[in-house]
């Protein structure tokens, strides 16, 4: 290097000697990827105890949190002691495959975040088709489709000249390998582009975000809200989580591309400050997502312990006239009225055990449905029958027309993924609450 000749990978090699500057800055990266890790395998180990997470949401959870560590393992093991110590003899063929690596975990993190405003959005907009779009299968296609993309984006930079990077522990932040140290400094094309993509998806995010915000708006202002509805609380909370973590995000990337693209810091502190902000954003999400999940956080009293039970109960009408051999629940008012049955729905919720009961005060009849199986008492097949019938029923919204199918009665007569119960309160019973939906859900 003393000739004056380009050396491939002289940028990503340290100064050999230790300065105050890189004290700082390695301690400030081991500290901000070591509270990311730990916050990671602490959620991971909390959220498998809560089945609210034992769901196709959770998949998704799950794999944003193990790239954000991944990400962030790279640098607590290689880009805080080469700061620390700034050796001259790394290789550098495993700089980049680091850096590579590394890269590739943000990319799919940030993808896979995108993919969970999208479940959110369709769980609050959506609930009775929510089953229908984010099944198991599907969910484990978005998350490959995260890490195949995570991969590529960390790849393209092996193959277009002046791009292949690494981390430079003299400039504290991601430079290239193989152009002059003159440009080290500056962005190549091929991360702003790959910076831009992901802050478009991250606005898209946003665009998600604003669309369940104005639904929950619009339900808070027209829902009756005599009846605590838990399960609504609990997707509104995980919205607001995402919401979060999605502006946390978003600021975080606007803030690299605005110090990045300005004179107005030194090189020192614009790498510093470029490297760690994505990090420390993937820190603000752990934090978020231990203190504003309600099954976590002991302030929100959702939380059930050894011995707890968590009991709402609503009040539903149905409409007693509904034909067995209709396949269809219209939604016109005159067919709607009518006599109907007053049946109150209760859910006990203990430790080991989710129970819901269902009477029917004016049949006399009363369904016991807990995680394993079905108790119907005064006849198994008919009120069987009955119990399909009346969970349609519960099921019916004002914003569309539920389809009567095997799929459904056999989700409901086995207990099998989430069942949702809903209220409606009709015209004809009551004038001043007309058209009013109340959702509840039973995760089993």
Not at 64 to 85: C, D, G, K, Q, Y
Not at 158 to 168: D, E, H, R, T
Request: proline share 3%.
């Amino acid at each position: 290097m003393g000739s004056g000749k380009l050396v491939f990978g002289s940028e990503l090699l340290g100064k050999g000697r230790v300065s105050g500057v890189d004290v700082t800055a390695g301690c400030l990266i081991g500290v901000i990827a070591a509270l990311v890790i730990a916050l990671g395998i602490y959620s991971l180990h909390v959220i498998s105890k809560y089945n609210v997470f034992h769901t196709n949401f959770g998949l998704l959870v799950r794999s944003r949190i193990v790239a954000e560590m991944v990400a962030n393992s790279v640098h607590l093991v290689f880009s805080a002691p080469v700061t620390l110590l700034q050796p001259t003899d790394v290789p550098i063929g495993f700089n980049i495959a680091v850096y590579t690596v590394s890269y590739s975990a943000v990319m799919s993190a940030c993808l896979t975040q995108f993919f969970i405003a999208v479940n959110r959005s369709v769980a609050v907009c959506l609930p009775l088709k929510y089953n229908r779009i984010f099944t198991k299968r599907f969910c484990w296609i978005l998350i490959r489709v995260t890490w195949i993309y995570g991969l590529a984006s960390g790849s393209i930079f092996l193959v277009i000249p002046c791009n292949m990077k690494g981390y430079s522990p003299r400039l504290y932040d991601y430079a290239p390998a193989s152009c002059p140290p003159q440009i080290a400094a500056s962005f190549p094309q091929v991360g702003m582009a790959s910076l831009r993509f992901c802050f478009l998806v991250c606005v898209l995010t946003m665009a998600f975000d604003a669309a369940t915000l104005g639904r929950i708006t619009h339900l808070k202002l027209t829902v009756n809200t005599r009846v605590v509805d838990r399960d609504r609380k609990l997707n509104i909370r995980f919205f607001f989580q995402c919401m979060i973590q999605n502006i946390t995000m978003v600021s975080s990337i606007a803030f690299v591309f605005v110090v990045a693209s300005s004179n107005f810091f030194s090189d020192a502190i614009r790498h510093i400050i470029n490297f760690d902000a994505l990090f420390f954003a993937h820190f603000c999400n752990g934090l978020t997502l231990l203190f504003l999940t309600p099954s976590i956080c002991r302030k929100t009293q959702i939380r059930v312990n050894e011995g707890e039970e968590c009991i709402s109960d609503c009040v539903v009408f149905i409409d007693d006239l509904f034909s067995t051999d209709s396949n269809i629940l219209s939604k016109n008012g005159k067919e709607l009225s009518g006599n109907f049955s007053f049946v109150s729905a209760t859910f006990h919720e203990h430790a080991h055990s989710r129970i819901l009961r269902i009477t029917d005060g004016k049949l006399g009849q009363e369904f016991v449905i807990n995680q394993n199986h079905t108790k119907v008492k005064k006849g198994v097949e008919k009120n069987k029958k009955y119990l399909a019938r009346l969970m349609v029923c519960l099921e019916w919204t004002t914003d569309e027309v539920v389809e009567v199918d095997k799929d459904l009665f056999k989700r409901i007569l086995g207990c099998v993924g989430e069942l949702t119960v809903a209220a409606t309160f009709l015209t004809s019973e009551f004038p001043q609450e007309s058209q009013i939906l109340k959702m509840f859900r039973w995760k089993v």
